[in-house]
């Protein structure tokens, strides 16, 4: 489960096995809660296909700053899907 970005207490990863069988996409979580379910974006329409356990305050949010750092989060799931190694994106 390779952490891709974080952002504030966001972090956002991915299943290496849905980089095998699903568009591209990924999990958040919030870090300071214990009890969650997990959101799921959509990279290419940053939808959302689960909201998780965040209210809507906080997808709104996390939806903007993908949006933004979206082509660098597009590339490194691809070098992932590669086989090849990441650095964790600090989002701001």
Not at 8 to 27: A, G, T
Not at 53 to 59: D, V
């Given at each position: 489960?390779?952490?891709?970005?974080?952002?504030?207490?966001?972090?956002?990863?991915?299943?290496?096995?849905?980089?095998?069988?699903?568009?591209?996409?990924?999990?958040?979580?919030?870090?300071?809660?214990?009890?969650?379910?997990?959101?799921?974006?959509?990279l290419?329409?940053?939808?959302?296909?689960?909201?998780?356990?965040?209210?809507?305050?906080?997808?709104?949010?996390?939806?903007?700053?993908?949006?933004?750092?979206?082509?660098?989060?597009?590339?490194?799931?691809?070098?992932?899907q590669n086989?090849?190694?990441?650095?964790?994106?600090?989002?701001?």
């Amino acid at each position: 489960m390779p952490k891709i970005a974080i952002y504030k207490q966001y972090i956002f990863f991915v299943y290496s096995f849905d980089l095998l069988n699903e568009p591209l996409h990924l999990h958040i979580a919030n870090q300071k809660s214990h009890r969650q379910y997990t959101a799921k974006i959509w990279l290419s329409s940053l939808e959302y296909a689960e909201p998780g356990s965040l209210n809507q305050i906080e997808l709104n949010s996390i939806q903007k700053v993908v949006k933004r750092y979206q082509s660098q989060l597009i590339i490194a799931l691809e070098f992932l899907q590669n086989g090849k190694g990441i650095q964790t994106i600090k989002m701001r």
